[in-house]
């Protein structure tokens, strides 16, 4: 564990630490630390900006309840929120379909312009965009979610399988097949716009 994530386990171990205790003041802390963080994943697997407002409810609703059944020494509390995220976006998205929204921007997949822009640049750009988004939305759910997980959220592969209930090396064959779906659906735009988007700082 790296001092920066142990650090950062030792603040949240002391904030939960006082949530148990009856300091309301730091429920309100863990929320605004990761609500950002799941919604975005929310509406990353989702697509709808009141499902995964819903899910975000729901999850934290869920977390605070059963916040004494966390432990620190299995999994981080961002990956037992996800994990709970997660399963809640699953129920949802077996019961609907997906609604055909840009995606890409979500995942930070998005290609911005630059200050001065041709207009022929322009529609290039945003036909590349356009392209990224139909291929994530052409992934399968599981596909999806590890895609997202690791470059939307840039999780390792031990996390994401925590997050997805998988084995590691289920979590890293979905990965990379899903990077495979991605390069064969986005080889008319080129595959160099996939290397440059789905890279993990």
């Known amino acids: 564990m790296t001092d920066k994530r142990a650090t950062e ?7 939960i630490a006082r949530a148990l205790a009856g300091d309301q003041p730091a429920y309100a802390e863990l929320y605004d630390r990761f609500a950002a963080s799941l919604y975005r994943l929310c509406y990353s697997l ?16 869920y977390a605070f309840k059963n916040l004494h059944r966390f432990d620190s020494n299995k999994a981080s509390l961002k990956t037992w929120l996800y994990t709970i995220s997660v399963s809640r976006c699953r129920n949802t998205y077996r019961r609907k379909r997906f609604l055909t929204v840009d995606i890409s921007q979500w995942l930070g997949f998005e290609l911005k312009a630059p200050p001065s822009e041709a207009p022929e640049a322009a529609v290039i750009r945003r036909d590349a965009n356009e392209s990224i988004s139909n291929a994530l939305l052409d992934l399968s759910p599981r596909l999806r979610e590890a895609i997202v997980l690791r470059y939307g959220q840039g999780m390792t592969y031990r996390e994401i399988s925590e997050v997805m209930g998988c084995p590691q090396k289920t979590a890293e064959s979905r990965v990379r097949l899903g990077h495979q779906r991605l390069r064969k659906s986005l ?8 290397e440059e988007l789905l890279r993990v700082h």
């Open 46 to 61: 989702l697509m709808n900006e009141q499902d995964a407002e819903d899910i975000l409810q729901e999850s934290f609703l």
């Open 187 to 194: 080889q008319p735009v080129g595959l160099g716009l996939l």
């Open 9 to 15: 386990r030792i603040e949240i171990d002391a904030i």
